[in-house]
């Protein structure tokens, strides 16, 4: 059993940026991928970022590409999401999710388990 909570979400006018941080118990975190999703109002639920056990190899979303910076720190538990250049279609909210693969999904379906959000809103 793994669970993660997301943190640093918030305002930020457009072109700023944020840092959202995702924490999991349990000591098998390094056995898991792990994906950062996104889901705005009236829209499915969208892979932004994610990357494998190691943190070695990362994968980014076409929207996101060059402005968000995924990493994971295996000794603290922990997950980030540094989210630069941000703008106005970023606002939705975000959920850090674990995957019992060796590298991330982009289906959340495929995720075996789910933070419960953070909210980001960029202002234009």
């Known amino acids: 059993q793994v669970q993660l909570l997301e943190s640093g979400g918030g305002l930020v006018q457009a072109g700023g940026s944020l840092r959202l941080s995702c924490a999991a118990s349990g000591r098998t975190f390094s056995s898991y991928a792990m994906g950062w999703f996104r889901q705005a109002p009236g829209k499915e639920r969208e892979f932004v970022a994610g990357?494998?056990?190691?943190?070695?190899?990362?994968y980014y979303a076409d929207s996101v590409k060059g402005r968000f910076t995924i990493s994971r720190d295996n000794a603290k538990n922990t997950v980030y999401l540094q989210m630069n250049s941000l703008k106005p279609e970023d606002t939705a909210v975000y959920y850090c999710a674990a995957d019992r693969a060796l590298a991330p999904h982009t289906n959340p379906n495929l995720y075996d388990y789910w933070g419960q959000g953070t909210q980001v809103t960029v202002s234009s």
């Open positions: 990357l494998n056990l190691s943190g070695g190899t990362t």
